[in-house]
């Protein structure tokens, strides 16, 4: 199973697990390998962290306004984005490629709207951190 799909799996498990609040493990397909599962419980595990960034960074909306589809998107490519050594230290995506995958996921997936959103959030936490130094980000 090729990366992307990992994150997309990694991505829908989150998205199951906030909205039946069913435990992680318990919605994880029998497919889903090492990097989903991975990816998945350090998305989760630094939720709060990732949900700073998403609140401070979502102009207009609150947290509790935005789709868990879309906050599962937006929480698993900043994970990525801002802690590779989590998933993946070895190869991490760039952090341009985590905004490319997390867009293209939430055209296939999401309303019309949410890649625009998807994409200025994500974009304004890249230069954020960009503009503090952040190792994986720059």
């Known amino acids: 199973m090729r990366r992307s ?16 609040g069913r435990p992680l493990d318990d919605v994880f397909k029998p497919a889903d390998g090492h990097f989903t599962r991975a990816l998945a419980h ?5 939720a709060p962290e990732l949900d700073e960034h998403i609140a401070r960074n979502a ?10 589809l879309e906050k599962a998107i937006l929480r698993t490519a900043l994970l ?10 070895d190869h991490p995506i760039p952090a341009e490629g985590a905004i490319d995958e997390a ?10 709207d949410a890649p625009g959103f998807v994409n200025g959030i994500l974009g304004a936490v890249l230069r954020e ?6 190792a994986h980000a720059a």
Not at 13 to 19: F, G, K, N, P, S
Not at 103 to 112: I, S, W
């Open 80 to 89: 990525e984005m801002l802690h590779p050594e989590l998933v993946e230290a």
């Open 103 to 112: 867009v293209e996921t939430t055209k296939a997936f999401c309303g019309a």
């Open 42 to 46: 350090a998305t989760a595990d630094n």
């Open 129 to 134: 951190v960009r503009q503090n130094g952040g």
């Open 5 to 20: 799909e990992q994150r997309r799996a990694a991505v829908f498990a989150l998205y199951e697990h906030d909205v039946t």
């Open 59 to 68: 102009k207009g909306w609150s947290l509790d306004r935005i789709a868990p």
